[in-house]
């Protein structure tokens, strides 16, 4: 009873201290501290980091030729918010890391929200829909893919590789099996492409031999090594090509958890366990040999299992989540089972770890129940937690996680335990060495926060706290370099509402908030990862290497210039920095050189002169990101030139490419003949070494430099007649000059240059230069323009010429001096005089002068028409109001303006005299309009009149006249 008071009382400590620890480091995010905090809260321990040490590049003689840089460690640590994803996701899932279609670009990959279904049930199948793809680098979605619901509870029901070769990677979920789902989609694998076009349906449900037909965590591994990769769950193989069940364990062991109506929670794990030939599928207490023999079914195929032959606290060894490594370091690869707690029979959770070669138990523990009501206990993680260089475990149960190591013994030895908010008891942890110093870190999601604990002292201190709420399943972190930039991020679900148990959140990523962190994968394609099960490309190996300590790069001679050479691939739920041949930890690296060159000659202007340059990318990986600098000099700057400027180059430049061409002024300089260009340098000199640009690691510094000679051409001005006339409409193209691609200013001064074809604007001084062999000259040879202005002819509008005349150009010209006829407004030669003129046409006429050979500008249009000039006349006038005859009709009359008409009564006297008649209705109606008639509104009386028309003919000087009898009828 006094123990249990006691462990009470801690545990509310603890709870009650999670504010405290929150707020402390959350100074120490701001840069306030750098203390550091057991995670004991009842232990205060202060810890003075060593001061700050940039990042310092070193070249790396690599023997491969990818191009990569070693980097050097620091001791400091912080985090820092980068981003969160732009859409929901539930938080009881873990993310997964790729880059699926291989552009360079990494994604990241979760459940999605579509019939979200919680209801706060733990019994009632929760579920969700669809698959969300996210961009690394800033969260945004890319593409929700549509697809039948899955469970969230257990491990991440989803797996990402490149099933079918193409370069690109598949997207493969298992499917809940709950009405929710159509019939034919309920319990099955489906495989989608990288875009979510449906390549295959399972042709079986999944989980034959398990209570559930979901909950399971499916992986893929090239079982029969025949380049082509299988997709496994439970106890169950599938060709990944298809989707066709292809062998099946039968009623062993499947790596079952639990089981309720959340799901048969799962997971196997496929590698080399025995020396024949392929893989084992590991599966809780039960191995498979795997003969694969017909990939379009089952026959022919076998999985010959191999049973744990031991018991654990009186009982057969359980079946439970499995895990692997080489625990005893014999370089043999084991398996590790966590098992979950038994009601009926009473059973308590334990871990083993057992060798499937000889089925005996390598060592043991139990784990007791200690607070919560959950049965479960998490899939185990494998890796350095102490800094030994041996494998440790640790492994969740609720509200706790427990580390052991294998000491030799049966048991295993307890490091030592931490409290959680973890209801479920099945969180997955893991751990890095972000800072490269050769120690890792544990990386800790519960419910409330993510932790990062440095656990190689005698006991764990916290030295990061990042307030995190989520609701709880199988969750967990993940370490990957997600944005491309050569450091590894934090990547996780997360709730920041301040509610424990919120069940869906957004994805968030954590990086540093100093020292950049670690290289690191760029992948995490499966619940189930561990560094060989997928290559970079998302390709499934066809000859998967083992994590065995035999098989790990840190036996190598450390030739490293930091101590990250011990780092061992024996660990599991754990990623991986990148090695060079010699074990070393190094980053993807750019290799850029630099090419100076002239476009024809280099031109000696007033102030500076142009030199262009382009950046190549000899890295075949790694893109040069914008804002590299370029430093230039007069002279070698190792033998003390002259710094002369630095400039960034402000795009991106993709691996194994050359930027476009860019230019630089460089300041013209007496004496100075040769320029030189380092690329990636900030431009300062320390004795003979130049200071580099630590933003951009490089595998080769001894490539960064180019020089140039300088040959600076003078081009003298062209030629050119001082005092030139033209006419108005003159170009700049007409003036007379001698030289070569010659162009003309305003002034001595001006920048823009007229264009050839522009019309010279008027009177006054122009100025030209000539170009050669790309230099333009810097001096200007002046001409004074004159330009000479003829009037534009006047009183021309509209001719009107009779058919009969036989009209021609000719007849154009009587009509003033000087004049020429064009068809147009502007080009084209003057119109021949025998031309016939055409009816209803424009044509153009301009003055001549004939002293300066210039004409008036612009053309003058003038309508010209022909018309049948025979005038007819009509001798009959009714003023009835009959709407006939109704006035004294003279057909063309029009055409001869010039015209007078006169009107007699039988007795000869005038009784309507007017002029222009026919014009603006200007017409005899019978009406007289002179003075001494009477009644004129009524009209003249009816009878016969003398009429007397004269008109003048178009270009004569005499009238013509016209004599006849003009009968009048008025019956008003």
């Given at each position: 009873?006094?123990?249990?008071?006691?462990?009470?009382?801690?545990?509310?400590?603890?709870?009650?201290?999670?504010?405290?620890?929150?707020?402390?480091?959350?100074?120490?995010?701001?840069?306030?501290?750098?203390?550091?905090?057991?995670?004991?809260?009842?232990?205060?321990?202060?810890?003075?980091?060593?001061?700050?040490?940039?990042?310092?590049?070193?070249?790396?003689?690599?023997?491969?030729?990818?191009?990569?840089?070693?980097?050097?460690?620091?001791?400091?640590?912080?985090?820092?918010?980068?981003?969160?994803?732009?859409?929901?996701?539930?938080?009881?899932?873990?993310?997964?890391?790729?880059?699926?279609?291989?552009?360079?670009?990494?994604?990241?990959?979760?459940?999605?929200?579509?019939?979200?279904?919680?209801?706060?049930?733990?019994?009632?199948?929760?579920?969700?829909?669809?698959?969300?793809?996210?961009?690394?680098?800033?969260?945004?979605?890319?593409?929700?893919?549509?697809?039948?619901?899955?469970?969230?509870?257990?491990?991440?029901?989803?797996?990402?590789?490149?099933?079918?070769?193409?370069?690109?990677?598949?997207?493969?979920?298992?499917?809940?099996?709950h009405p929710s789902n159509p019939v034919q989609d309920r319990g099955i694998l489906i495989c989608f492409d990288h875009q979510g076009t449906i390549l295959w349906k399972s042709n079986e449900k999944?989980?034959?031999?398990?209570?559930?037909?979901?909950?399971?965590?499916?992986?893929?591994?090239?079982?029969?090594?025949?380049?082509?990769?299988?997709?496994?769950?439970?106890?169950?193989?599938?060709?990944?090509?298809?989707?066709?069940?292809?062998?099946?364990?039968?009623?062993?062991?499947?790596?079952?958890?639990?089981?309720?109506?959340?799901?048969?929670?799962?997971?196997?794990?496929?590698?080399?366990?025995?020396?024949?030939?392929?893989?084992?599928?590991?599966?809780?207490?039960?191995?498979?040999?795997?003969?694969?023999?017909?990939?379009?079914?089952?026959?022919?195929?076998?999985?010959?299992?191999?049973?744990?032959?031991?018991?654990?606290?009186?009982?057969?060894?359980?079946?439970?989540?499995?895990?692997?490594?080489?625990?005893?370091?014999?370089?043999?690869?084991?398996?590790?089972?966590?098992?979950?707690?038994?009601?009926?029979?009473?059973?308590?959770?334990?871990?083993?770890?057992?060798?499937?070669?000889?089925?005996?138990?390598?060592?043991?523990?139990?784990?007791?129940?200690?607070?919560?009501?959950?049965?479960?206990?998490?899939?185990?993680?494998?890796?350095?937690?102490?800094?030994?260089?041996?494998?440790?475990?640790?492994?969740?149960?609720?509200?706790?996680?427990?580390?052991?190591?294998?000491?030799?013994?049966?048991?295993?030895?307890?490091?030592?335990?931490?409290?959680?908010?973890?209801?479920?008891?099945?969180?997955?942890?893991?751990?890095?060495?972000?800072?490269?110093?050769?120690?890792?870190?544990?990386?800790?999601?519960?419910?409330?926060?993510?932790?990062?604990?440095?656990?190689?002292?005698?006991?764990?201190?916290?030295?990061?706290?990042?307030?995190?709420?989520?609701?709880?399943?199988?969750?967990?972190?993940?370490?990957?370099?997600?944005?491309?930039?050569?450091?590894?991020?934090?990547?996780?679900?997360?709730?920041?509402?301040?509610?424990?148990?919120?069940?869906?959140?957004?994805?968030?990523?954590?990086?540093?908030?100093?020292?950049?962190?670690?290289?690191?994968?760029?992948?995490?394609?499966?619940?189930?990862?561990?560094?060989?099960?997928?290559?970079?490309?998302?390709?499934?190996?066809?000859?998967?290497?083992?994590?065995?300590?035999?098989?790990?790069?840190?036996?190598?001679?450390?030739?490293?210039?930091?101590?990250?050479?011990?780092?061992?691939?024996?660990?599991?739920?754990?990623?991986?920095?990148?090695?060079?041949?010699?074990?070393?930890?190094?980053?993807?690296?750019?290799?850029?050189?630099?090419?100076?060159?002239?476009?024809?000659?280099?031109?000696?202007?007033?102030?500076?002169?142009?030199?262009?340059?382009?950046?190549?990318?000899?890295?075949?990986?790694?893109?040069?990101?914008?804002?590299?600098?370029?430093?230039?000099?007069?002279?070698?700057?190792?033998?003390?030139?002259?710094?002369?400027?630095?400039?960034?180059?402000?795009?991106?430049?993709?691996?194994?490419?050359?930027?476009?061409?860019?230019?630089?002024?460089?300041?013209?300089?007496?004496?100075?003949?040769?320029?030189?260009?380092?690329?990636?340098?900030?431009?300062?000199?320390?004795?003979?070494?130049?200071?580099?640009?630590?933003?951009?690691?490089?595998?080769?510094?001894?490539?960064?430099?180019?020089?140039?000679?300088?040959?600076?051409?003078?081009?003298?001005?062209?030629?050119?007649?001082?005092?030139?006339?033209?006419?108005?409409?003159?170009?700049?193209?007409?003036?007379?000059?001698?030289?070569?691609?010659?162009?003309?200013?305003?002034?001595?001064?001006?920048?823009?240059?007229?264009?050839?074809?522009?019309?010279?604007?008027?009177?006054?001084?122009?100025?030209?230069?000539?170009?050669?062999?790309?230099?333009?000259?810097?001096?200007?040879?002046?001409?004074?323009?004159?330009?000479?202005?003829?009037?534009?002819?006047?009183?021309?509008?509209?001719?009107?010429?009779?058919?009969?005349?036989?009209?021609?150009?000719?007849?154009?010209?009587?009509?003033?001096?000087?004049?020429?006829?064009?068809?147009?407004?502007?080009?084209?030669?003057?119109?021949?005089?025998?031309?016939?003129?055409?009816?209803?046409?424009?044509?153009?006429?301009?003055?001549?002068?004939?002293?300066?050979?210039?004409?008036?500008?612009?053309?003058?249009?003038?309508?010209?028409?022909?018309?049948?000039?025979?005038?007819?006349?009509?001798?009959a006038v009714s003023i009835d109001n009959n709407s006939k005859n109704e006035f004294f009709r003279i057909s063309n009359i029009n055409l001869y303006p010039d015209n007078y008409l006169e009107i007699?009564?039988?007795?000869?006297?005038?009784?309507?005299?007017?002029?222009?008649?026919?014009?603006?209705?200007?017409?005899?109606?019978?009406?007289?309009?002179?003075?001494?008639?009477?009644?004129?509104?009524?009209?003249?009386?009816?009878?016969?009149?003398?009429?007397?028309?004269?008109?003048?003919?178009?270009?004569?000087?005499?009238?013509?006249?016209?004599?006849?009898?003009?009968?009048?009828?008025?019956?008003?």
């Open positions: 009873m006094l123990v249990f008071f006691i462990r009470i009382l801690i545990f509310s400590f603890v709870i009650g201290s999670y504010q405290k620890l929150s707020n402390y480091n959350r100074l120490a995010l701001d840069y306030s501290s750098d203390e550091h905090f057991d995670i004991r809260p009842w232990i205060h321990q202060e810890n003075d980091f060593p001061d700050y040490d940039e990042n310092q590049v070193i070249v790396n003689p690599l023997i491969e030729t990818e191009c990569r840089a070693e980097i050097s460690t620091s001791s400091s640590f912080g985090l820092k918010a980068d981003y969160e994803t732009d859409k929901l996701v539930p938080t009881y899932i873990s993310p997964l890391v790729a880059d699926l279609n291989n552009d360079g670009k990494i994604e990241i990959i979760s459940i999605g929200m579509r019939d979200f279904f919680h209801e706060g049930s733990r019994f009632q199948g929760e579920r969700s829909g669809n698959v969300l793809i996210f961009e690394g680098q800033t969260g945004k979605l890319l593409r929700e893919i549509t697809t039948p619901m899955m469970a969230f509870q257990g491990p991440t029901p989803i797996v990402i590789g490149d099933i079918n070769n193409d370069g690109n990677a598949e997207i493969i979920i298992s499917t809940i099996d999944v989980g034959k031999n398990a209570p559930l037909h979901y909950g399971g965590t499916p992986s893929l591994a090239d079982f029969n090594q025949d380049g082509f990769p299988e997709v496994y769950i439970y106890n169950e193989i599938f060709n990944a090509q298809n989707g066709k069940k292809i062998a099946d364990g039968g009623n062993f062991g499947i790596g079952l958890m639990n089981s309720y109506p959340l799901g048969a929670v799962s997971t196997t794990i496929a590698a080399d366990f025995l020396p024949n030939k392929g893989l084992e599928l590991a599966a809780g207490n039960t191995i498979y040999e795997v003969e694969l023999n017909n990939t379009e079914g089952q026959s022919g195929n076998f999985m010959r299992p191999i049973n744990a032959g031991f018991t654990i606290n009186g009982f057969p060894a359980q079946d439970g989540y499995t895990a692997i490594a080489d625990i005893n370091l014999d370089g043999e690869l084991d398996i590790i089972v966590t098992s979950g707690k038994k009601e009926i029979p009473q059973i308590e959770r334990t871990i083993y770890a057992w060798d499937p070669r000889n089925q005996e138990l390598i060592s043991s523990a139990t784990i007791f129940q200690e607070a919560g009501d959950a049965l479960h206990t998490s899939l185990a993680f494998v890796g350095d937690i102490t800094g030994n260089n041996k494998p440790e475990i640790g492994v969740a149960s609720p509200y706790r996680l427990d580390f052991f190591r294998y000491n030799g013994t049966e048991v295993f030895e307890r490091i030592w335990n931490l409290e959680s908010s973890d209801a479920s008891g099945q969180t997955r942890t893991t751990m890095f060495d972000f800072n490269g110093d050769g120690k890792n870190e544990l990386v800790i999601k519960d419910e409330t926060s993510l932790r990062i604990i440095d656990a190689t002292e005698d006991y764990p201190k916290l030295i990061a706290n990042h307030s995190s709420f989520s609701d709880t399943g199988a969750e967990g972190a993940v370490v990957a370099d997600i944005n491309g930039d050569g450091h590894a991020q934090l990547v996780f679900t997360s709730n920041n509402s301040g509610q424990e148990g919120a069940p869906f959140g957004k994805i968030e990523i954590l990086t540093s908030s100093e020292s950049p962190w670690m290289p690191s994968r760029q992948i995490w394609n499966q619940y189930t990862y561990f560094s060989r099960n997928i290559d970079d490309d998302t390709s499934i190996p066809q000859f998967q290497k083992s994590i065995s300590i035999e098989n790990t790069e840190n036996e190598l001679e450390s030739k490293c210039k930091n101590n990250s050479s011990n780092y061992s691939y024996n660990n599991f739920l754990v990623q991986t920095p990148e090695f060079d041949n010699n074990g070393c930890i190094t980053i993807p690296a750019v290799d850029a050189t630099i090419e100076l060159f002239y476009e024809g000659n280099s031109c000696l202007h007033e102030e500076a002169y142009t030199v262009h340059f382009t950046i190549k990318n000899n890295s075949h990986k790694q893109v040069i990101k914008k804002g590299i600098e370029i430093s230039f000099f007069y002279g070698d700057p190792m033998e003390g030139g002259e710094h002369i400027k630095t400039i960034n180059y402000q795009n991106e430049i993709l691996p194994a490419t050359i930027s476009n061409k860019n230019h630089v002024a460089i300041p013209w300089k007496q004496e100075i003949n040769e320029v030189f260009a380092i690329v990636n340098i900030d431009g300062s000199v320390i004795g003979n070494e130049l200071q580099y640009n630590k933003l951009f690691p490089e595998c080769d510094y001894t490539n960064n430099s180019a020089n140039l000679l300088l040959v600076l051409n003078h081009v003298n001005p062209p030629t050119a007649e001082r005092e030139q006339e033209f006419c108005k409409s003159a170009t700049f193209s007409n003036i007379m000059v001698s030289g070569k691609n010659v162009k003309w200013y305003q002034d001595l001064n001006s920048l823009l240059p007229y264009n050839l074809t522009d019309e010279i604007p008027g009177d006054g001084h122009y100025y030209a230069s000539q170009t050669i062999n790309g230099c333009e000259s810097r001096d200007r040879t002046s001409v004074n323009i004159v330009i000479n202005e003829v009037d534009q002819p006047e009183g021309l509008d509209e001719f009107n010429f009779c058919i009969t005349e036989n009209p021609t150009i000719a007849l154009l010209e009587q009509q003033a001096d000087q004049l020429k006829w064009y068809s147009s407004a502007t080009g084209g030669e003057p119109l021949d005089p025998s031309m016939p003129l055409t009816d209803n046409t424009i044509y153009f006429a301009t003055n001549f002068n004939e002293l300066s050979g210039c004409e008036s500008t612009p053309r003058k249009p003038v309508q010209v028409r022909t018309n049948e000039c025979e005038i007819e006349i009509f001798n007699y009564n039988r007795y000869g006297k005038l009784v309507y005299r007017t002029s222009k008649y026919g014009l603006d209705g200007n017409v005899f109606t019978g009406k007289s309009n002179v003075n001494g008639v009477t009644k004129k509104e009524s009209g003249l009386p009816s009878g016969n009149y003398i009429y007397i028309l004269k008109y003048k003919l178009p270009r004569k000087s005499n009238y013509k006249i016209a004599k006849g009898t003009l009968f009048l009828i008025n019956n008003k």
